[in-house]
């Protein structure tokens, strides 16, 4: 999509800092065990203006009970909310000022903490601790600036373990480590400017040095509009990647949806009724999985009409689609879907069934459609009137909500879009006074930009504009500047293997965030002892991403170096088999012979040191 005034959108993210935990004294990583299981179930407040927030409510009508896993050396009473809170750590505000700094932002006098109501789960006492650090910044990308409204300083939420049977088990080892959340301005105008927006934070917070790297690191939320249509958040999107995608997708749902409201009011369709019908004795004889399964677990085939809303549920050729939206929502009270007429007869429902539907339903009107839903009688009444109340929606156009990203770029149906109901202030936590002494502190020791770090990389260690550029925007440059200041000469390789290499092995489908940044300095360490050839590097981080030690990677693959002696009486037999060959070219024989040695060598001898022996060898074969 190019960009035009239709898109209207914003940026929230999230990132971990690399301190202890916000509100107490425990160090902040993740553990892969757990102790305890704490039972809980948490009820929406009021916030401070009296109301109770709408995305709180929805939450809670889930009926979900929560249980709460510890996590040793990680969590305490503090995260158990069975203790009252300490802090703010001083170093988590400190890189909240900081970055703040950075941003151009206006720092406030004091830092006040306030209370986010949060009631699925994540939060052992149903709210989130946040504190509003700066205003009014801004960044620059491509030349344009794009505001900051806000930065915060926030506790993180705890991790989602398990879920079955109307109940989640979260890890306490996340909550409470702290995160810098900033909010752009609505400025983005582009799908691609979103992730440019996201990419310029992202270097700007880490070249604070004192943030987290990794998956589920950073988060970015997405808030997009288009005219005429609502804001909807997509929350917790982590591949920067497919940020342009989600926006773009989010664009063509929007627009999507304001053709199905036009239809609608063209037509004159009215809110549909949420008159449920048992229709189970219609499906009896039925030969659908989906009926079958339903009935044998003495569920019902249960009906709603929606007059008026046929066609655009899934019809223009599959271009309108409120019929997935309706779907979605139904899924939120517990069933798997639900069936509509538009994509009807389908799914083992065969026409006999939908004739008998529509004059059951006393559905005349070709403009007429209907929703059935099979499940146990009370998630399926739920599930129907969840689908109607979404139909409804589509009169007056776009819904304000909060969607899930998915893993191919699009996003599904989560709450609604909370409000400011969900504040109130934090009575437990004291106000931090930012003095005048402390920003100029501040502001007499700000790190490096990302682009003053990008012409050092090119001055100190002799990479172009381009690799220096790459090096600091996919977060390499501190390991690559390490690793160079350790093995010198090795700054090309080095370059090479975090830019070309490692996308390699991704499009490969190797986790290359599994090689720590100590596994791949254990690396650069055997091939500049001469332990394997450098064209086996790729091999060899392969085989440490799947969890052998580097020491032993070179070995398990065979890829020892070989001696010189070893080398030439291999190449002296290749040249043997194509003595014809090398005679008739002589020494040009060495640019067609350098792929057959290399394969022979495997890994084992270095590239220049094998053209200087296949050369020698030549050589000595011509006289």
Known sequence: MKGSPELVCGIEIHQQL????????????????GNGAYFRKLRPTTGETGEIDRAALAQYKKGIGFRYQMAEGVSCLVDLDEEPPNGPDPEALETALVFSEMLHARIADEIHFMRKVVVDGS?????????????????????????????????????????????ITYRLDRLGIP?????????????????ETALRIGTLLRATRRVKRGIGTIREDLNISIPGGARVEIKGAQELRLLPDYVSNEVTRQKMLLAVKEILNERGTVPADTDIEDVTDIFTDSESKVITGALSSKGKVLAVRLPGFAGVMKGDGGKLRLGAEMAQR????????????????????????????????????SD?????????????????????????????????????????????????????????????????????????????????????????????????????????????????????????????????????????LEKAGVDTSSISEADVMAVFSLLSESKFAKEALPDVLKEVASGTPPEKAPGKLGLESMNDREAERIIDSILKEREEFVRSKGKA??????????????????????????SEAIARMIG
């Open 368 to 504: 007429d459609a209907f929703a059935i839903c099979a499940a146990p009688e009370k998630k399926a009444r739920s599930a129907l009137a969840a689908a109607v109340e979404r139909a409804n929606e589509a009169l007056g156009g776009i819904p304000e909500e909060t969607r899930d990203p998915l893993p191919d770029g699009t996003s599904k149906y989560s709450r609604p879009l909370p409000g400011a109901a969900r504040m109130y202030p934090e009575t437990d936590v004291p106000p931090k006074e930012i003095t005048d002494e402390k920003l100029k502190q501040i502001r007499a020791s700000l790190p490096e930009l990302p682009e003053e770090t990008e012409a050092r990389l090119i001055t100190d260690h002799g990479v172009n504009r381009q690799q220096a550029r790459q090096l600091v925007r996919q977060d390499f440059a501190e390991l690559f500047e390490r690793a160079c200041n350790t093995y010198i000469d090795m700054s090309a390789v080095i370059a090479t293997t975090f830019l070309n290499t490692y996308s390699e």
């Open 179 to 195: 995160l810098i959340e900033v909010a752009t301005g609505p400025d983005i105008r582009t799908p691609e400017e979103a992730m």
């Open 330 to 365: 139904a899924r939120t009270r517990g069933v798997k879907g639900i069936f509509h007429s538009d994509e009807l007869p389908a799914y083992g429902i065969e026409q006999r069934y939908v004739d008998s539907l529509r004059e059951r339903l006393g559905l005349d009107g």
């Open 18 to 33: 690399s301190t202890r935990k916000l509100f107490c004294s425990c160090e902040s990583h993740l553990c892969d065990e």
């Open 589 to 614: 024989a060495a640019g067609p012979l350098m792929g057959p040695v290399m394969e022979s060598l495997r890994g084992k001898v270095d590239g220049k040191k094998a053209s200087q022996l296949l």
């Open 123 to 167: 939060n052992t006492g149903g709210y989130q601790r946040t504190a509003l650090v700066s205003t009014g910044g801004w960044v620059e990308v491509n030349g344009r600036k794009i505001s900051i409204l806000s930065v915060c300083l926030e506790e993180d939420a705890a991790r989602k373990i398990e879920e079955k049977d109307g109940e």
